[in-house]
C-alpha cells in the first residue's frame, strides 16, 4: 500500500485548504482513512478519520473547521480545512487501515499505512 499526500502549503489565518491523498494497493471501502498532524515538539494528532461506510469522526479539538471525506473509484482521500489558525501548522500525514467498524477515537496504532506528510503552514 503507498499512500501519498497533496495540497500542502502556506496561507493566511483564517483561510482554507484542501488535501488530498492518493492511494495504491488500497481501497478506502475496505477500512478506515484518516488524517493525523504532527506539529515540531508535539505528539501526532489524528483530526479526523472515516470508515469504510463513510462515517466521519473528528477530535473536538478541530471544532467543525475540518471534513473528511472519499473518493472510492478515485481512490482519494480529502481533508477539506476551514478559519485556519496558527495552531494548525503542521504536517499532515494521510494514513489506512484494514480496520472496521465506527471509528471511536483517531488513534495512530490503529493504522497500518501512513504517507510521507504534507506540510500545512499558518501564518497570523
Known amino acids: 500500500v503507498q499512500l501519498k499526500e497533496s495540497g500542502g502549503g502556506s496561507v493566511q489565518a483564517g483561510g482554507s485548504l484542501r488535501l488530498s491523498c492518493s492511494a495504491s494497493?488500497?481501497?478506502?471501502?475496505?477500512?478506515?482513512a484518516a488524517w493525523f498532524r504532527q506539529a515540531p515538539g508535539r505528539e501526532r494528532e489524528g483530526v479526523a478519520a472515516i470508515n469504510a461506510q463513510g462515517r466521519p469522526t473528528y477530535p473536538d479539538s478541530v471544532g467543525g473547521r475540518f471534513t473528511i471525506s472519499k473518493d472510492n473509484d478515485k481512490k482519494t482521500l480529502y481533508l477539506d480545512m476551514t478559519s485556519l489558525t496558527p495552531e494548525d501548522t503542521a504536517l499532515y500525514y494521510c494514513?489506512?487501515?484494514?480496520?472496521?467498524?465506527?471509528?471511536?477515537?483517531?488513534?495512530?496504532?490503529?493504522?497500518?499505512?501512513w504517507g510521507q506528510g504534507t506540510q500545512v503552514t499558518v501564518s497570523s
Open positions: 494497493g488500497f481501497t478506502f471501502t475496505r477500512g478506515y
Open positions: 494514513a489506512a487501515s484494514p480496520m472496521s467498524g465506527i471509528i471511536y477515537y483517531i488513534l495512530a496504532k490503529d493504522f497500518t499505512w
